[in-house]
Nanobody, 115 residues
């Protein structure tokens, strides 16, 4: 059974940075895309960034210039580097992988930005 385990969330001051990690339980070569989503309390889950297979990274307009998605194939891990965090950026971040139109999700990692 495929498992995705996020880590790296936590408390950070406004203007600070965090790097989220998502460790996948098997080789990530087979996936069509890997990405990150976030969900704030009472809101729908929204897309943050994606690395499609064979293409460059894609970012939501809200995070362009502040976030960088990357992957380490040898470690079966995808990362999200987040900079210049603001207090409103306190959702739960979820790792996502997609294969043949099937989405797999991690359990989420909480990011809290203090003012």
């Amino acid at each position: 059974q495929l498992q995705l385990v996020e880590s790296g969330g936590g408390l950070v001051q406004a203007g600070g940075s965090l790097r989220l990690s998502c460790a996948v339980s098997r080789s990530i070569f087979s996936f069509n895309s890997m990405g990150w989503y976030r969900q704030a309390p009472g809101k729908q889950r929204e897309w943050v960034a994606t690395i499609p297979s064979g293409d460059g990274p894609k970012y939501a307009d809200a995070v362009k210039g502040r976030c960088t998605i990357s992957r380490d194939n040898a470690k079966n891990t995808v990362y999200l580097q987040m900079n210049s965090l603001k207090p409103e950026h306190t959702p739960v971040y979820y790792c996502n992988v997609r294969k043949y139109l099937i989405d797999y999700w991690g359990q989420g990692t909480q990011v809290t930005v203090s003012s």
